[in-house]
């Protein structure tokens, strides 16, 4: 088998399938020398959770699906309880704006009707809870795959230069911050972490937007002496989704911003300290 000698990295998605498919016509999975890791975040906050979601579990599960790794974000770890217990969870339910998440899963759903329930029945959470159950099975029933597939989704990826996660590390812990690490500040940590530290490879990861953390306030990654965040934030106006190729050889980083109006030219990522 061959090692692979080139990492493409692609960061939160959130449901904009156009941007993923056109990222991931540059990844060459045929070549056995290439890896793909996903960060998270395929799912919410966009038109296409489904079909995001179903596109990497096809790349993850097919013929080169041993190179192919999809993380875990907290939107897929927030849609994972409430498939598995609709009745704790329930507001997630609440927290899918004009139930755009739910409608890409159940596309022939009366979305005004089920509004209209959620919002008659807000103080009531037996009902609350009835109603949220019923839309989780309708779900599952359309597509028996999630739950199990949500279940195995990894929380990080570790390579000799860089660990991937979708949010970030307790680096507190030093070199020890994969051992009995908790997971939930993979998914959810926040604010990030920025400068050097002692876990002893970079760390690369999503779940912020680049803007907020880059001084000049431009989509593109932010890369400091211990990290790499790649979040530009696609769903937004102002947004790009940065696909990002590490060389092995070189362990240098390159990135290409993705939108809907195009790709731009492969770029050397360089350093933006805060």
């Known amino acids: 088998m061959t090692d692979p000698h080139t990492y493409f990295v692609i960061p939160d998605v959130h449901a904009q399938l156009d941007v993923l498919d056109a990222a ?3 990844v060459d999975l045929d070549d056995p020398g290439t890896r793909l890791i996903q960060l998270g975040d395929l799912v ?5 959770s489904l079909a995001c979601l179903a596109r990497m579990r096809d790349l993850d599960t097919g013929p080169n699906g041993s190179r192919v790794t999809v993380l875990r974000g907290n939107h897929e770890e927030w849609f994972r309880l409430w498939l598995e217990a609709p009745e704790d969870s329930y507001t997630w339910l609440y927290a899918d704006p004009m139930l755009q998440t739910v409608s890409s899963f159940l596309p022939d ?3 005004q ?3 209209k329930r959620l919002i008659s029945v807000a103080r009531n959470l037996d009902k609350i809870q009835v109603i949220s159950t019923e839309v989780r099975d309708q779900v599952i029933e359309a597509h028996p795959w999630l739950p199990g597939y949500l279940d195995q989704m990894p929380f ?3 390579h000799e230069h860089f660990i991937a996660v979708h949010a ?3 680096e507190e812990a030093g070199e020890h911050a994969l051992l009995g690490a908790d997971p939930v500040a993979m998914i959810e940590k926040y604010p990030p972490s920025f400068g050097a530290h002692d876990v ?3 760390i690369v990861a999503g779940h912020v937007w680049a803007q907020e953390i880059r001084p000049d306030e431009r989509a593109d990654p932010y890369l400091d002496e211990g990290h790499l965040y790649l979040d530009g934030g696609p769903e937004r106006p102002d947004g790009q989704l940065n696909l990002c190729r590490f060389d092995a050889s070189s362990r240098d980083w390159f990135y290409r911003a993705v939108t809907a109006g195009g790709i731009t ?3 050397p990522v360089t350093r933006t300290d805060r």
């Not at 919410?44 to 296409?48: A, I, T």
């Open 24 to 26: 991931l016509e540059l």
């Open 44 to 48: 919410d906050r966009g038109p296409d």
């Open 109 to 111: 759903i009366d979305k």
């Open 113 to 115: 009707h089920l509004e």
């Open 156 to 158: 990080f990826y570790e």
């Open 168 to 170: 970030g590390l307790d």
């Open 200 to 202: 002893g490879k970079l």
């Open 265 to 267: 030219e492969e770029r």
